[in-house]
């Protein structure tokens, strides 16, 4: 970051900070842009606290702060988090974050396994996403944007090629029988947003999170229907949901 940028950054997380005692989402920004750009990331832990204390739930500010844990080098508080936010919002838009912040704080441990499969998820979750350009102790030329340096450092590789179909799911009897056409042992899917129209009252980032058991048992009732004998499987990184005939 441009040090004009970085300073007008430290100057907005001030002000967020003056003005949004009670505002969850402000002290979450201003603890994540103190944390990374300002490097004092004891206030921005403290300002992370702060924000949950207001809204206990708050899956961005486990994002948010787990990233910043990770290139703190708190490791396991880092995957803690990470973990925590991916239960509270599993499909939330900033889950690469949450899924980057589990491939570094896997790899500070020595578990490469496991940080190679949380980077591949993270490239997965968002292959084109562009965010703060950094430095990271991985080989390049320059400095490459922090998702190419995920792509570098885990050799992400390109999905394997679909083995589902696509259900239609416009409501509730059109995927009734798409599922039931499912020969027995195969699998189709529908898109996270077309479970959450369908299934969930929560709003989309929430839904089928720690806080939306009515959703979650919704679908799983739909998909053990006994016309439908299917298995259930979420799979956020792909943005789908899966049903497989038994």
């Known amino acids: 970051?441009?040090?004009?940028?970085?300073?007008?950054?430290?100057?907005?997380?001030?002000?967020?900070?003056?003005?949004?005692?009670?505002?969850?989402?402000?002290?979450?920004f201003a603890g994540f842009a103190i944390g990374m750009e300002g490097r004092d990331r004891a206030r921005a832990l403290s300002l992370f606290q702060q924000?949950?204390?207001v809204s206990p739930s708050s899956a961005h500010t486990y994002i948010c702060g787990s990233v910043v844990l990770a290139f703190g080098g708190q490791a396991e508080r880092a995957i803690e988090w990470a973990e925590r936010s991916l239960r509270l919002s599993p499909f939330d838009p900033w889950r690469?974050?949450?899924?980057?912040?589990?491939?570094?704080?896997?790899?500070?441990?020595?578990r490469s396994e496991e940080a190679v499969a949380a980077g591949r998820k993270a490239v997965q979750a968002s292959p084109g996403f562009s965010t703060i350009a950094i430095d990271n102790g991985i080989p390049s030329?320059?400095?490459?944007?922090?998702?190419d340096k995920i792509k570098l450092f885990f050799g992400a590789r390109p999905l394997p090629p679909p083995d589902a179909r696509k259900l239609?799911?416009?409501?509730?009897?059109?995927?009734?029988?798409?599922i039931q056409a499912l020969p027995i042992g195969e699998r189709g899917w529908i898109t996270l947003r077309d479970a959450w129209h369908l299934f969930s009252s929560m709003d989309e980032e929430e839904a089928f999170g720690?806080?939306?058991d009515a959703g979650k048992r919704r679908i799983g009732e739909f998909a053990a229907y006994s016309?439908?004998?299917?298995?259930?499987?979420?799979?956020?990184?792909?943005?789908?949901?899966?049903?497989?005939?038994?």
């Open 168 to 178: 239609a799911a416009s409501s509730e009897n059109e995927l009734s029988a798409s």
């Open 51 to 53: 924000a949950l204390s």
């Open 96 to 110: 690469a974050s949450a899924l980057m912040a589990l491939a570094i704080g896997h790899f500070q441990r020595g």
């Open 227 to 246: 016309i439908h004998r299917s298995e259930l499987n979420f799979m956020p990184t792909e943005g789908r949901v899966y049903f497989t005939r038994k």
């Open 1 to 28: 970051m441009r040090e004009e940028h970085r300073i007008a950054s430290m100057r907005h997380a001030e002000a967020a900070i003056t003005y949004g005692q009670d505002d969850a989402t402000a002290l979450t």
């Open 210 to 212: 720690e806080m939306d």
């Open 141 to 147: 030329e320059g400095v490459l944007d922090l998702w």
